[in-house]
Protein backbone atom coordinates (compact mmCIF):
# COMPACT_ATOMS: atom_id res chain seq x y z
CA UNK A 1 0.00 0.00 0.00
CA UNK A 2 2.58 2.31 0.36
CA UNK A 3 2.55 3.06 -3.90
CA UNK A 4 -0.15 5.37 -2.86
CA UNK A 5 1.88 8.26 -2.76
CA UNK A 6 1.99 9.92 -6.09
CA UNK A 7 5.41 10.44 -7.74
CA UNK A 8 4.99 14.28 -7.82
CA UNK A 9 7.03 17.34 -7.47
CA UNK A 10 7.09 19.08 -4.51
CA UNK A 11 5.56 22.41 -6.42
CA UNK A 12 3.06 20.30 -8.12
CA UNK A 13 2.34 18.04 -4.47
CA UNK A 14 1.93 22.14 -2.79
CA UNK A 15 -0.50 23.01 -5.75
CA UNK A 16 -2.08 20.23 -5.46
CA UNK A 17 -2.56 20.53 -1.37
CA UNK A 18 -4.09 24.06 -1.90
CA UNK A 19 -6.53 23.26 -4.26
CA UNK A 20 -8.07 20.35 -2.13
CA UNK A 21 -7.91 23.01 1.47
CA UNK A 22 -9.77 25.66 -1.14
CA UNK A 23 -12.26 23.03 -2.25
CA UNK A 24 -12.77 21.74 1.80
CA UNK A 25 -12.58 25.65 2.99
CA UNK A 26 -13.55 28.50 0.37
CA UNK A 27 -13.83 30.68 3.32
CA UNK A 28 -11.53 31.25 6.25
CA UNK A 29 -13.37 31.86 9.79
CA UNK A 30 -11.26 33.93 12.09
CA UNK A 31 -10.95 31.61 15.52
CA UNK A 32 -10.72 34.16 18.11
CA UNK A 33 -13.31 37.00 18.53
CA UNK A 34 -11.98 40.41 18.41
CA UNK A 35 -13.00 43.89 17.46
CA UNK A 36 -9.55 45.13 16.35
CA UNK A 37 -5.72 44.45 16.92
CA UNK A 38 -5.67 44.70 20.47
CA UNK A 39 -8.00 42.68 21.61
CA UNK A 40 -6.89 40.20 19.23
CA UNK A 41 -3.78 40.33 21.01
CA UNK A 42 -5.12 40.12 24.21
CA UNK A 43 -6.97 36.47 22.86
CA UNK A 44 -4.36 35.48 21.02
CA UNK A 45 -1.69 35.71 24.66
CA UNK A 46 -5.00 33.79 26.26
CA UNK A 47 -5.03 30.87 23.33
CA UNK A 48 -1.58 29.78 24.91
CA UNK A 49 -2.22 26.24 26.10
CA UNK A 50 -5.87 27.19 25.90
CA UNK A 51 -8.61 26.43 23.31
CA UNK A 52 -10.26 28.92 20.96
CA UNK A 53 -13.54 28.07 22.70
CA UNK A 54 -12.67 28.80 26.34
CA UNK A 55 -10.73 31.94 25.26
CA UNK A 56 -14.16 33.22 23.10
CA UNK A 57 -15.69 32.78 26.44
CA UNK A 58 -13.60 34.28 28.93
CA UNK A 59 -12.71 37.60 26.62
CA UNK A 60 -16.46 39.02 26.64
CA UNK A 61 -16.11 38.91 30.19
CA UNK A 62 -12.45 40.77 30.15
CA UNK A 63 -13.35 43.33 27.12
CA UNK A 64 -16.56 44.39 29.07
CA UNK A 65 -14.02 45.82 31.73
CA UNK A 66 -11.46 46.96 29.14
CA UNK A 67 -11.06 46.37 25.81
CA UNK A 68 -8.31 48.97 25.03
CA UNK A 69 -4.56 49.18 27.15
CA UNK A 70 -5.47 52.84 28.84
CA UNK A 71 -8.73 50.66 30.37
CA UNK A 72 -6.56 47.96 30.88
CA UNK A 73 -4.07 49.21 33.09
CA UNK A 74 -6.72 50.82 35.46
CA UNK A 75 -7.35 47.27 36.29
CA UNK A 76 -5.01 45.45 39.42
CA UNK A 77 -2.82 42.26 37.77
CA UNK A 78 -4.97 40.44 40.06
CA UNK A 79 -8.44 41.37 38.79
CA UNK A 80 -7.36 40.59 34.88
CA UNK A 81 -6.00 37.05 36.72
CA UNK A 82 -9.22 36.09 38.34
CA UNK A 83 -11.32 37.44 34.88
CA UNK A 84 -8.61 34.75 33.20
CA UNK A 85 -8.50 32.25 35.37
CA UNK A 86 -10.46 29.44 33.17
CA UNK A 87 -7.91 29.82 30.55
CA UNK A 88 -5.15 28.64 32.00
CA UNK A 89 -1.27 30.05 33.03
CA UNK A 90 -3.38 33.22 34.30
CA UNK A 91 -0.20 34.53 36.78
CA UNK A 92 1.63 34.62 33.68
CA UNK A 93 -1.02 35.85 31.59
CA UNK A 94 -2.24 38.61 33.90
CA UNK A 95 1.07 40.18 34.22
CA UNK A 96 1.92 39.89 30.70
CA UNK A 97 -1.90 41.58 29.64
CA UNK A 98 -0.92 44.59 32.18
CA UNK A 99 2.23 44.97 31.17
CA UNK A 100 2.05 44.78 27.26
CA UNK A 101 -0.67 47.17 27.94
CA UNK A 102 1.44 49.64 29.87
CA UNK A 103 3.82 49.29 27.21
CA UNK A 104 1.36 49.76 24.21
CA UNK A 105 0.60 53.24 26.09
CA UNK A 106 4.03 54.63 27.05
CA UNK A 107 5.80 53.37 24.15
CA UNK A 108 3.10 53.18 20.99
CA UNK A 109 0.35 56.08 21.80
CA UNK A 110 -1.87 53.27 22.52
CA UNK A 111 -1.66 51.51 19.47
CA UNK A 112 -0.83 48.21 18.88
CA UNK A 113 2.28 48.23 16.12
CA UNK A 114 2.19 46.85 12.75
CA UNK A 115 5.41 45.92 13.86
CA UNK A 116 7.39 42.07 14.48
CA UNK A 117 10.56 43.37 16.47
CA UNK A 118 8.00 45.74 18.23
CA UNK A 119 5.22 43.18 19.36
CA UNK A 120 7.97 40.60 20.06
CA UNK A 121 9.71 43.00 22.54
CA UNK A 122 6.43 43.11 24.63
CA UNK A 123 6.18 40.99 28.02
CA UNK A 124 4.68 36.90 27.31
CA UNK A 125 4.28 38.01 22.98
CA UNK A 126 6.62 35.03 21.26
CA UNK A 127 6.87 35.15 17.54
CA UNK A 128 3.56 33.16 17.18
CA UNK A 129 1.29 35.36 18.73
CA UNK A 130 3.05 38.51 16.77
CA UNK A 131 2.59 36.38 13.77
CA UNK A 132 -1.27 36.14 14.44
CA UNK A 133 -1.81 39.30 14.73
CA UNK A 134 0.08 40.91 12.23
CA UNK A 135 -1.54 38.47 9.97
CA UNK A 136 -5.20 38.36 11.40
CA UNK A 137 -5.06 42.42 12.83
CA UNK A 138 -3.18 44.09 10.30
CA UNK A 139 -3.44 42.09 6.65
CA UNK A 140 0.68 41.94 6.71
CA UNK A 141 1.66 38.23 5.09
CA UNK A 142 2.74 35.92 7.53
CA UNK A 143 2.62 32.02 8.59
CA UNK A 144 2.04 31.38 12.00
CA UNK A 145 2.94 27.84 13.06
CA UNK A 146 1.09 25.74 15.48
CA UNK A 147 1.31 22.42 16.63
CA UNK A 148 -1.21 21.64 13.75
CA UNK A 149 1.02 23.33 11.16
CA UNK A 150 3.92 21.79 12.33
CA UNK A 151 2.30 18.09 12.46
CA UNK A 152 1.03 18.06 8.92
CA UNK A 153 4.15 20.23 7.15
CA UNK A 154 6.18 17.01 8.39
CA UNK A 155 3.45 14.25 7.76
CA UNK A 156 3.05 15.75 3.95
CA UNK A 157 7.11 15.78 3.69
CA UNK A 158 6.79 19.75 2.77
CA UNK A 159 9.72 20.14 6.10
CA UNK A 160 11.78 17.98 8.67
CA UNK A 161 10.03 18.39 12.11
CA UNK A 162 13.02 19.37 13.50
CA UNK A 163 11.57 23.11 14.71
CA UNK A 164 8.84 25.01 14.82
CA UNK A 165 11.32 27.78 13.07
CA UNK A 166 12.10 25.58 10.05
CA UNK A 167 8.74 24.48 9.37
CA UNK A 168 7.80 28.48 9.02
CA UNK A 169 10.91 28.63 7.02
CA UNK A 170 9.89 25.76 4.71
CA UNK A 171 6.20 26.57 4.93
CA UNK A 172 7.03 30.52 3.52
CA UNK A 173 9.47 29.13 0.69
CA UNK A 174 6.95 27.08 -1.23
CA UNK A 175 3.67 28.57 -0.43
CA UNK A 176 2.78 32.17 -2.61
CA UNK A 177 3.11 34.82 -0.20
CA UNK A 178 -0.29 35.91 -0.93
CA UNK A 179 -1.52 32.93 0.44
CA UNK A 180 -0.16 32.95 3.85
CA UNK A 181 -2.61 34.38 5.74
CA UNK A 182 -5.62 32.31 4.75
CA UNK A 183 -3.36 29.20 4.13
CA UNK A 184 -2.23 28.82 7.60
CA UNK A 185 -6.10 28.81 8.97
CA UNK A 186 -7.05 26.20 6.34
CA UNK A 187 -4.62 24.06 7.23
CA UNK A 188 -5.14 24.05 11.05
CA UNK A 189 -8.64 23.16 10.05
CA UNK A 190 -7.39 20.47 8.07
CA UNK A 191 -5.50 19.36 10.77
CA UNK A 192 -8.26 19.74 13.53
CA UNK A 193 -10.92 17.88 10.95
CA UNK A 194 -8.90 14.84 9.28
CA UNK A 195 -5.08 14.61 10.42
CA UNK A 196 -5.41 15.17 14.46
CA UNK A 197 -2.19 14.04 16.36
CA UNK A 198 -4.34 11.09 18.36
CA UNK A 199 -6.94 9.11 16.40
CA UNK A 200 -5.45 9.93 12.84
CA UNK A 201 -7.31 7.65 9.99
CA UNK A 202 -5.56 7.16 7.11
CA UNK A 203 -8.41 6.91 4.94
CA UNK A 204 -10.00 10.00 6.18
CA UNK A 205 -7.21 12.21 5.45
CA UNK A 206 -6.93 12.33 1.67
CA UNK A 207 -3.97 14.59 1.91
CA UNK A 208 -1.63 12.65 3.46
CA UNK A 209 -2.82 9.27 1.50
CA UNK A 210 -2.37 11.39 -1.39
CA UNK A 211 1.05 12.87 -1.12
CA UNK A 212 2.21 11.86 2.25
CA UNK A 213 5.84 11.08 3.90
CA UNK A 214 6.20 7.71 2.36
CA UNK A 215 7.71 6.98 5.95
CA UNK A 216 5.45 8.41 7.76
CA UNK A 217 2.82 6.33 5.85
CA UNK A 218 4.17 2.99 6.36
CA UNK A 219 4.53 3.69 10.06
CA UNK A 220 0.58 4.34 10.28
CA UNK A 221 0.60 1.24 8.15
CA UNK A 222 2.31 -0.90 10.88
CA UNK A 223 0.42 0.44 13.32
CA UNK A 224 -2.65 -0.71 11.59
CA UNK A 225 -1.78 -3.81 10.97
CA UNK A 226 -0.62 -4.17 14.79
CA UNK A 227 -3.98 -3.49 15.25
CA UNK A 228 -5.78 -5.32 13.47
CA UNK A 229 -3.68 -8.96 14.65
CA UNK A 230 -4.32 -8.26 18.16
CA UNK A 231 -7.62 -7.99 17.74
CA UNK A 232 -7.89 -11.01 15.40
CA UNK A 233 -6.08 -12.70 18.17
CA UNK A 234 -8.69 -11.61 21.05
CA UNK A 235 -11.70 -12.77 18.03
CA UNK A 236 -9.99 -15.98 18.32
CA UNK A 237 -9.62 -16.63 22.20
Known amino acids: MTDVVKPISKQEKVREIMRILDELYPEVPIFLDHKDPYTLLIAVLLSAQCTDERVNQIT ?77 GFGIPAFPVDTHIHRLMYRWGLSNGKSVEQTERDAKRLFPKERWNDLHLQIILYGREYCPARGFDLNKCIITREFGRKRFINEVLKEQEKKQKIALKKKRK
Open 60 to 136: PKLFARADNPYDMVMMTIEEIQDIIRPCGLSPMKSKGIWHLSDMIIKQHNGEVPASFEALEAMPAVGHKTAAVVMSQ
